[in-house]
């Protein structure tokens, strides 16, 4: 009989999303048993902050979970059932050049779009293979819940450089939009939907959504999204507790969907249609990781301090992660062989009929055991086609560019993302962002 309860390390222990995670873990015991939690991080003093308060909360909410927090691999790796994987190399003062050295371009400056995206991919890669390589080398029956970012690079390289690995690579953003439309369709939950959707992660489109007696829910979305975008009532009356740049990004979504009115986008497609938008509603000097290190990372880092120094959670700011349960619903998946549908980062192998089979694409699949089974999408429209092999180019380019050390391939993937006007600004740009991350990406030539 093998163990109910499950062995994990979370990568990435000194995130600021690591305590909404561990919160959200002990919220779901009850569906999902966990024997031990483990962090890991290469960097101890942030790591440290994070797992004294997170020891706090799990004594007292679940004293039979061992926990470790360890920089040691051997340590950390070593009889794990799961690897759940958040890492964020050069952490968010690296994302803050991201940001801002296109913005003086005149391109956006975002973490997983266009250069700030291609220039976090390229320090991301070795450092997601380091934990592949970890797991299997300590526990090589475990998998690997991958929902490091930027998803769609990082997913292409592990799809080249580790084939047969057990890495599930997963986005979040899809999980959000969906509460948004449950509660545009009246439902309680995005689980009372059945969705179809294709497309490459941050750039897909919803195609079919339907609640679980096969009723058409596309019309109601459609109205609410046409008028609103993403928007809920609460956050159109301008709720004291809505994130400006979110609204912005959710209310954009109504212009973004008058490009294909048949279909529901994701979010980040505002980039790539609308980037002198995004440009001129951004502060160049004050974007959104200097937004993230004064509110959330202050806030998370000095709530961590103070449990730990009370040696209490009672009455602690931080909150639960209720998002992050779709984390949960993937370890039971493969656990318990449980066959749910979830939206994946699958190689396409004929899942989408018309295009790359070996483009790491985001469609719907079951999920068991032996893991993904992807759900195919058929032929899809020659817009998004065209979109999507410029994007999915993008990714590949950025990825040999990686393997191989070359300067060449790097500008030829800034050169195709949609995002940068011209090949001389994408030469520029390289040479700057190169300069910026020689401590984190290969040497280029």
């Not at 030829?412 to 910026?436: C, F, G, H, M, N």
Request: hydrophobic share 40%.
């Amino acid at each position: 009989m093998m163990n109910q309860s499950s062995s994990i390390v979370i990568a990435g222990g000194g995130s600021t999303f690591t305590p909404g995670i561990v919160l959200m873990l002990l919220d779901n015991l009850d569906r999902f048993p966990i024997r031990q939690i483990k962090f890991y991080d290469n960097l101890y003093e942030r790591q440290q902050q994070v797992a004294d308060a997170c020891e706090v909360i799990i004594r007292e909410k679940a004293p039979e979970i061992q926990f470790v927090a360890t920089t040691d691999p051997e340590e950390a790796f070593t009889d794990v059932d799961f690897v759940m994987a958040h890492i964020r190399v050069g952490l968010y003062a690296m994302r803050e050049k991201d940001e801002k050295i296109p913005l003086k371009y005149g391109v956006v400056g975002q973490e997983t779009c266009g250069p700030g995206g291609i220039a976090y991919g390229m320090r991301s890669i070795g450092g997601v293979l380091e934990i592949v390589d970890y797991m299997e080398k300590y526990s090589p029956d475990a998998w690997m819940l991958n929902y490091s970012n930027p998803a769609a690079i990082v997913a292409e390289a592990t799809r080249r450089l580790r084939p047969n690995s057990k890495i599930i690579n997963i986005c979040d953003m899809p999980i959000g939009i969906e509460d948004r439309m449950a509660k545009a369709a009246g439902l309680a939950s995005r689980k009372d939907m059945e969705i179809r959707y294709f497309g490459l992660n941050h750039f897909g489109w919803w195609t079919d959504i339907r609640d679980k007696q096969g009723n058409d829910l596309m019309p109601k979305i459609r109205e609410h999204v046409k008028q609103h975008g993403y928007l809920l009532e609460e956050e159109m009356e301008g709720s004291q507790h809505s994130d400006e740049s979110w609204v912005q990004t959710f209310g954009k979504a109504k212009e973004v969907f008058e490009l294909d009115p048949t279909t529901m986008p994701n979010t980040y497609l505002k980039y790539y249609f609308f980037p002198q938008d995004e440009v001129a509603h951004t502060n160049p000097e004050y974007t959104r990781a200097n937004q993230v290190m004064a509110s959330r990372e202050k806030h998370v880092f000095s709530e961590c301090n103070r449990i730990a120094h009370v040696n209490t959670s009672d009455g602690m700011t931080l909150e639960i992660d209720e998002h992050a349960s779709y984390i949960v619903d993937l370890a039971r998946a493969i656990k318990f062989n449980t066959h749910e549908r979830m939206l994946l980062i699958v190689p396409n192998n004929g899942a989408i009929s018309n295009f790359d089979e070996t483009a790491m694409v985001e469609v719907p699949c079951i999920l068991g055991a032996n893991g993904p089974e992807p759900l195919t999408q058929g032929k899809i429209p020659q817009f998004q086609k065209g979109l999507m092999e410029q994007q999915v180019s993008v990714e590949k380019l950025v990825v040999e560019a990686w393997i191989e050390g070359s300067y060449q391939k790097l500008w030829q993937a800034l050169i195709l993302s949609r995002i940068v006007p011209d090949a001389r600004t994408a030469k520029q740009l390289l040479d700057e962002l190169y300069e910026a991350n020689k401590d984190f990406w290969p040497e280029l030539n």
